[in-house]
């Protein structure tokens, strides 16, 4: 719980720097980049956070959204246009995992899978 806690402060905090740094609001990939965390582990993580009261995400138009304090001290931009999957999927060193289709940054270029899967695998496998 502990450790929930301090990662989505951390999550918070990237919001928040997007905020005062005027940027737009991070997609799920930039936010899994910054914070070495799995793309659907951000996604969690930001329901968790809203739940929590510690982040209001908005939507704009249709797919678009920003991130702003609850009591309104800061928000983001609304994210840029087509941001997201289709972008981060073409980032260098990026592929989609075979399994679970998610994008993720192999270290090696044999890296198929994403950790989440290999450790399934090897359990699978033993
Ligand atoms: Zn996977």
Known sequence: MQRNQAALDRLVAELRRAAEDGQPCPSNQDLA????????????MLRAARIAGLVAMLPVGQNRRLAAACDGSWQTLPTRI????????DKVGQRKCLRCKRAFKPESR?????????????????
Request: charged share 25%.
């Open 33 to 44: 980049d910054a914070l070495d965390l799995h793309e659907g582990t951000i996604a969690d």
């Open 82 to 89: 087509g941001a997201g999957r289709a972008q981060a999927a």
């Open 110 to 126: 044999y890296r198929f899978c994403c950790d989440l899967c290999a450790a399934v695998n090897a359990r699978e496998a033993a």
